[in-house]
């Protein structure tokens, strides 16, 4: 009698387990179902744009654009090649002229621009050789940047940006220093020609860059942090006193004074503005400001005035750097 119960409830259990057998099986077999449909369906969709792919590559390889082009820029036309237009493939013209866009030209074959044409022909210069041509007119320049922005040509957008900064080549003159320079002579582009720290201290260095230069500033930053300098519109070569009316000496940063200074000239003071001297580096007056390789001495109120008796300008310093920018050729 015990082992027919034993038996029994053996029995009751393999059937239990039979039971949930078949159950997990009924579940996995749905599942199974379940996942096979989604592939099904996932696979009729890569199907699909498979498909649509094929369908527009052979679209795209329809597309072909004759080796020269002719634009339509609000009216007026140019015409280039088609290599000069994808050149630069991230601009307006690389993408216009590439397989991301199908594009038709108009009846008479030309590709319109609904753009202002007036400075299109340097934008075209540009795309031929590399070199852009800006307007010397403010306004102009402005408009011409404009258009760089609306062709994407960002590269010559971050030279040109750059290039409109005065003295931009500097690393003494803060933005206020060229600001406060360009206040004294307006209307002028100025070019680093002599670097003290790239083409040498020596007074023969500074000659070799300088000489035969006019209209130039003169910037010296001494290791005490001062920032100053000269202007004249005489040139460096020969030896002794050159006239110059227009010359001055200034002061950008002194401990002792704050903002900026100009010393103009004494009466009469032209006939000396500077002094040439293959023997240093620059001169100006009478011993007012002298600098040579890596010392600069300073001692205005002889052929430069100093009216309100600043203090502080007449000393020597050490010289950690000298720059001199031209407005000239």
């Known amino acids: 009698e015990r082992r027919m119960e034993e038996t029994k409830a053996a ?5 239990e387990l039979t039971a949930e057998a078949q159950k997990q099986f009924s579940l996995m077999e749905k599942s199974a179902k379940e996942a096979l449909a989604i592939l099904q ?26 080796k020269h082009v002719t634009l339509n820029v609000g009216g007026k036309y140019f015409t280039t090649s088609l290599s000069n237009l994808q050149k630069f493939p991230t601009s307006f013209f690389g993408r216009m ?24 022909k340097h934008i075209i210069q540009y795309l031929r050789d590399g070199k852009l041509k800006m307007p010397g007119e403010e306004e102009e320049k402005e408009e011409m940047i404009g258009e760089l922005e609306y062709y994407g040509l960002d590269d010559v957008l971050k030279e040109v940006e750059r290039n409109q900064k005065p003295f931009h080549e500097s690393t003494i003159l803060t933005e206020k220093n060229q600001r406060q320079l ?8 100025w070019r680093l020609i002599y670097k003290g720290s790239r083409d040498g201290m020596a007074p023969i260095q500074c000659h070799l860059k300088c000489d035969n230069q006019k209209d130039t500033y003169i910037v010296v930053k001494t290791t005490q942090g001062h920032v100053l300098g000269g202007y004249t519109t005489a040139d460096w070569s ?22 900026a200074i100009k010393f103009d000239l004494s009466f009469g003071g032209g006939a000396t503005a500077i002094y040439a001297n293959p023997r240093s580096c620059f001169a100006f007056g009478s011993n007012d400001l ?15 005035s100093n009216p309100m008796g600043y203090t502080g300008f007449s000393n020597s310093f050490a010289v950690s750097e000298i720059e001199v920018f031209t407005s000239g050729k």
């Not at 699909?48 to 390889?61: N, R, W």
């Not at 991301?100 to 007036?118: M, V």
């Not at 360009?182 to 582009?189: L, R, T, V």
Request: glycine share 4%; hydrophobic share 30%; charged share 25%.
């Open 182 to 189: 360009m206040s004294w002579q307006p209307a002028k582009k």
């Open 238 to 259: 020969g030896m002794g006193h050159k006239n110059d009316t227009s010359a001055f000496l200034f002061s950008l940063s002194n401990p002792n004074v704050h903002g």
């Open 11 to 15: 029995a009751t259990k393999a059937a």
């Open 97 to 120: 002229f590439s397989k991301d866009w199908t594009l038709k030209p108009d009846a008479d074959g030309s590709f319109f621009i609904d753009r202002d044409p007036t400075h299109f």
């Open 290 to 304: 002298i600098v040579s390789s890596n010392q600069c001495s300073i001692n205005i109120g002889h052929t430069y």
């Open 41 to 66: 369906r996932e696979q009729e969709k890569l199907k699909k744009m498979a498909m649509d792919y094929d369908e527009a590559h052979k679209k795209l390889e329809d597309i072909h654009y004759p």
